[in-house]
């Protein structure tokens, strides 16, 4: 890497943007992209084979020689398939060419990917069509054209499609409240996102030599070292130089792409690191976050570590999520959740405010379920991440105001005026006077809204198209009582008190890792799904289903089909646990201590051929004992695990879910304990991987 950077010169410079179309389209070829753009409009044939010459043509001066159609399929991961630029030219040489009609479709075989019945086996073919919202850019010798993917009869097998018409959606109802608060300019309100991305790097060569962590991305086994990250010696530490030139490297990458890289230091965990990025809009933001993921583990490899993305790779330390930090702007840039100087901006802002409590409390499960897998259901409620109960901090000033309004109270004890939304001037609130807190699942950072439940290696789509709709769906609304309104303020008045009464429940500034709060919670009426297979059935409610269909965001087949999804992988990751530990305890494990068990007692019997049959070797006989009882209990535990992986039910997703969590999952616990043990009581000699000190502390 070149000792210095131009970071201006080289920031996108691996994309199709819009100043690099400005420069190489015709003026008029430029003008119908960016109507097409604003208007939400098909591209014309003509115009799209224009903007395909050109991209090719750059492309190739990029050293692309392929192109290929980069799609999000609902394995939660990007998908590609590559072809080149060539073609035959009928002398025996080729040209290398591409047309409008391959860049707007591409048809890729889908019988492969999950569709949740969307589709028989047999029905392979699905479609892959371009993304003008988002901009194509070259890797690694190929030309990646952004796109959505759906089968053949037009339902979405992907999440960037949903995610778009979510989008859509909240646009819409948001200028239909601006409207009513005088503002006849904007047009389009965006989705505001960025997404603070956690991971762990371990050398290579130590990964390599753990079977859990190969096939399952996380340590199955393992005892606490004796230091872990008790001392914070860690977080926000001096970055090791390995790392760092491996966190310059990515960036560099990053740049060049066009993701929005700011910050990068060191998490809590030994180990763990962080990037975050610049806001963006929301499809781009989700763009961004599968190519910093993608670009994340090759340039780990080049490094020679290795880039953990599983939400808890290591038990007993902090495991990884990423903060997903959300809120609305006009296409002037205005955020709409920052509260203004005058009245009718403070009051536009609480009707905002409102709507999003009201949306996070009615639809709770939904946004519980956006952010439940088998990785995340060991990391949330675990001390370092927020419980599984849904909850908004708002911090003290906020919740104030909030409860001024509800109680037809001055907001200052000092004031002489009730608190009179559109009327009286609410005194404006500081940005960033609020503790983010880190046990709240939502909490309202100064200007935004920080969704702090998603785990590390998830789309970021899901829980943003949630988002999205319970917000898009309050503001509709809002906005069909205050449309017919005859008396605006008084009105405004009545709705924002009311709904902040009836959804007060759901905001709560406390300690969400306490006893109490569970104790609290229930109390309130609120859901606590402690775990994906207990929280996926109130995804398919009627109510889900109801606002998804309503807001034209899935059909309820789509929506059926996310959820045998989620479920199927639920089932098949905590399968693929439970036989990799069995594996590992049979070929790895039980050999070791044995071998290690044996020695002991060969070491007994020649100290006493050497001192006479009077010495009892209490250490030597007490260990060995100790040790060839845990094996007896782990070889039990284990041959126990590989008949209950036998007898799973098979009559639906739902109750096989219910059956790994119930059954295979604590099986795996209790196993996991006396492999532990034995690891304490085993000589790192014989040990036959690396333990925690090894992979933490390198």
Same mark, same amino acid.
């Given at each position: 890497?070149?000792?210095?950077?131009?970071?201006?010169?080289?920031?996108?410079?691996?994309?199709?943007?819009? #100043?690099?179309? #400005?420069?190489?389209?015709?003026?008029?070829?430029?003008?119908?992209?960016?109507?097409?753009?604003?208007?939400?409009?098909?591209?014309?044939?003509?115009?799209?084979?224009?903007?395909?010459?050109?991209?090719?043509?750059?492309?190739?001066?990029?050293?692309?020689?392929?192109?290929?159609?980069?799609?999000?399929?609902?394995?939660?991961?990007?998908?590609?398939?590559?072809?080149?630029?060539?073609?035959?030219?009928?002398?025996?040489?080729?040209?290398?060419?591409?047309?409008?009609?391959?860049?707007?479709?591409?048809?890729?075989?889908?019988?492969?990917?999950?569709?949740?019945?969307?589709?028989?086996?047999?029905?392979?073919?699905?479609?892959?069509?371009?993304?003008?919202?988002?901009?194509?850019?070259?890797?690694?010798?190929?030309?990646?054209?952004?796109?959505?993917?759906?089968?053949?009869?037009?339902?979405?097998?992907?999440?960037?499609?949903?995610?778009?018409?979510?989008?859509?959606?909240?646009?819409?109802?948001?200028?239909?409240?601006?409207?009513?608060?005088?503002?006849?300019?904007?047009?389009?309100?965006?989705?505001?996102?960025?997404?603070?991305?956690?991971?762990?790097?371990?050398?290579?060569?130590?990964?390599?030599?753990?079977?859990?962590?190969?096939?399952?991305?996380?340590?199955?086994?393992?005892?606490?070292?004796?230091?872990?990250?008790?001392?914070?010696?860690?977080?926000?530490?001096?970055?090791?130089?390995?790392?760092?030139?491996?966190?310059?490297?990515?960036?560099?990458?990053?740049?060049?792409?066009?993701?929005?890289?700011?910050?990068?230091?060191?998490?809590?965990?030994?180990?763990?690191?962080?990037?975050?990025?610049?806001?963006?809009?929301?499809?781009?933001?989700?763009?961004?976050?599968?190519?910093?993921?993608?670009?994340?583990?090759?340039?780990?490899?080049?490094?020679?570590?290795?880039?953990?993305?599983?939400?808890?790779?290591?038990?007993?330390?902090?495991?990884?999520?990423?903060?997903?930090?959300?809120?609305?702007?006009?296409?002037?840039?205005?955020?709409?959740?920052?509260?203004?100087?005058?009245?009718?901006?403070?009051?536009?802002?609480?009707?905002?405010?409102?709507?999003?409590?009201?949306?996070?409390?009615?639809?709770?499960?939904?946004?519980?379920?956006?952010?439940?897998?088998?990785?995340?259901?060991?990391?949330?409620?675990?001390?370092?991440?927020?419980?599984?109960?849904?909850?908004?901090?708002?911090?003290?000033?906020?919740?104030?105001?909030?409860?001024?309004?509800?109680?037809?109270?001055?907001?200052?004890?000092?004031?002489?005026?009730?608190?009179?939304?559109?009327?009286?001037?609410?005194?404006?609130?500081?940005?960033?006077?609020?503790?983010?807190?880190?046990?709240?699942?939502?909490?309202?950072?100064?200007?935004?809204?920080?969704?702090?439940?998603?785990?590390?290696?998830?789309?970021?789509?899901?829980?943003?198209?949630?988002?999205?709709?319970?917000?898009?769906?309050?503001?509709?609304?809002?906005?069909?009582?205050?449309?017919?309104?005859?008396?605006?303020?008084?009105?405004?008045? #009545?709705?924002?008190?009311?709904?902040?009464?009836?959804?007060?429940?759901?905001?709560?500034?406390?300690?969400?890792?306490?006893?109490?709060?569970?104790?609290?919670?229930?109390?309130?009426?609120?859901?606590?799904?402690?775990?994906?297979?207990?929280?996926?059935p109130t995804y398919v409610s009627q109510k889900n289903i109801d606002l998804v269909t309503k807001r034209g965001i899935y059909t309820e087949?789509?929506?059926?089909?996310?959820?045998?999804?989620?479920?199927?992988?639920?089932?098949?990751?905590?399968?693929?646990?439970?036989?990799?530990?069995?594996?590992?305890?049979?070929?790895?494990?039980?050999?070791?201590?044995?071998?290690?068990?044996?020695?002991?007692?060969?070491?007994?019997?020649?100290?006493?051929?050497?001192?006479?049959?009077?010495?009892?070797?209490?250490?030597?006989?007490?260990?060995?004992?100790?040790?060839?009882?845990?094996?007896?209990?782990?070889?039990?535990?284990?041959?126990?695990?590989?008949?209950?992986?036998?007898?799973?039910?098979?009559?639906?997703?739902?109750?096989?879910?219910?059956?790994?969590?119930?059954?295979?999952?604590?099986?795996?616990?209790?196993?996991? #304990?006396?492999?532990?043990?034995?690891?304490?009581?085993?000589?790192?000699?014989?040990?036959?991987?690396?333990?925690?000190?090894?992979?933490?502390?390198?």
């Amino acid at each position: 890497m070149s000792d210095y950077l131009n970071i201006p010169e080289i920031f996108g410079s691996d994309v199709f943007n819009e #100043k690099t179309m #400005k420069q190489r389209l015709a003026p008029q070829i430029y003008a119908a992209w960016k109507n097409c753009i604003r208007e939400n409009s098909p591209l014309q044939l003509d115009v799209a084979n224009e903007i395909a010459e050109a991209m090719k043509v750059w492309a190739i001066e990029k050293g692309a020689t392929h192109y290929t159609h980069w799609f999000q399929p609902m394995t939660g991961i990007t998908a590609e398939k590559h072809d080149s630029f060539i073609t035959p030219a009928g002398d025996g040489t080729v040209i290398m060419d591409f047309s409008g009609k391959e860049l707007v479709r591409g048809e890729p075989d889908a019988s492969s990917f999950p569709s949740g019945g969307l589709r028989a086996t047999f029905e392979a073919r699905g479609y892959t069509a371009w993304d003008p919202t988002s901009f194509a850019f070259v890797k690694d010798g190929s030309l990646y054209i952004p796109t959505c993917f759906f089968s053949y009869t037009g339902e979405a097998l992907d999440k960037k499609t949903p995610l778009l018409r979510s989008i859509e959606e909240v646009s819409r109802e948001a200028v239909r409240i601006l409207r009513l608060f005088g503002d006849n300019e904007t047009k389009r309100v965006e989705v505001s996102v960025g997404a603070e991305q956690e991971y762990f790097l371990i050398p290579r060569a130590i990964y390599a030599q753990r079977e859990d962590l190969r096939l399952t991305g996380r340590t199955l086994f393992g005892a606490a070292p004796p230091k872990g990250q008790e001392l914070d010696d860690h977080y926000f530490g001096t970055i090791r130089t390995r790392v760092s030139r491996f966190m310059q490297d990515l960036d560099e990458q990053l740049w060049r792409l066009g993701v929005l890289s700011k910050t990068k230091h060191n998490e809590g965990a030994p180990c763990q690191h962080e990037l975050a990025p610049i806001y963006t809009d929301a499809s781009n933001a989700c763009d961004s976050n599968q190519l910093i993921m993608m670009v994340m583990k090759k340039c780990a490899a080049k490094h020679d570590l290795v880039c953990l993305l599983h939400e808890k790779p290591f038990a007993g330390v902090n495991g990884s999520g990423k903060h997903n930090n959300w809120s609305l702007c006009t296409e002037s840039g205005k955020n709409l959740f920052k509260p203004g100087d005058t009245p009718r901006q403070n009051a536009q802002f609480l009707v905002f405010l409102a709507a999003f409590i009201k949306g996070v409390d009615e639809y709770q499960d939904l946004l519980r379920c956006s952010v439940a897998s088998a990785g995340n259901d060991h990391r949330l409620g675990a001390h370092e991440a927020p419980p599984a109960i849904i909850s908004i901090f708002l911090g003290d000033e906020l919740t104030a105001v909030v409860d001024s309004i509800i109680n037809g109270t001055s907001y200052r004890e000092q004031g002489k005026s009730i608190m009179r939304i559109g009327v009286d001037v609410m005194p404006q609130i500081p940005k960033d006077t609020t503790d983010r807190n880190r046990t709240s699942p939502i909490a309202f950072t100064g200007n935004k809204f920080e969704f702090r439940m998603l785990g590390s290696s998830q789309s970021i789509a899901g829980p943003n198209i949630a988002l999205n709709t319970l917000m898009a769906e309050e503001l509709s609304r809002f906005a069909d009582i205050l449309e017919k309104s005859e008396d605006f303020d008084a009105d405004l008045q #009545k709705l924002v008190c009311q709904t902040l009464t009836e959804h007060k429940r759901i905001i709560f500034n406390g300690n969400g890792y306490s006893d109490e709060w569970q104790e609290e919670a229930a109390q309130r009426g609120l859901s606590n799904l402690r775990s994906t297979a207990k929280a996926m059935p109130t995804y398919v409610s009627q109510k889900n289903i109801d606002l998804v269909t309503k807001r034209g965001i899935y059909t309820e087949t789509e929506f059926r089909a996310r959820y045998e999804i989620h479920l199927e992988t639920y089932n098949k990751l905590i399968n693929i646990e439970a036989r990799t530990m069995v594996d590992m305890i049979m070929h790895q494990i039980l050999p070791s201590a044995i071998k290690y068990s044996a020695d002991l007692a060969s070491g007994i019997n020649q100290k006493r051929q050497a001192l006479g049959d009077r010495v009892t070797a209490l250490v030597e006989t007490s260990l060995t004992e100790r040790i060839s009882s845990c094996c007896d209990r782990l070889y039990e535990s284990a041959e126990k695990l590989h008949r209950d992986l036998k007898a799973v039910p098979r009559e639906s997703n739902q109750i096989s879910a219910d059956y790994y969590c119930d059954v295979i999952v604590p099986g795996m616990e209790r196993i996991r #304990k006396d492999a532990d043990l034995l690891e304490k009581l085993t000589p790192k000699s014989y040990w036959p991987y690396p333990i925690y000190s090894d992979m933490l502390f390198y």
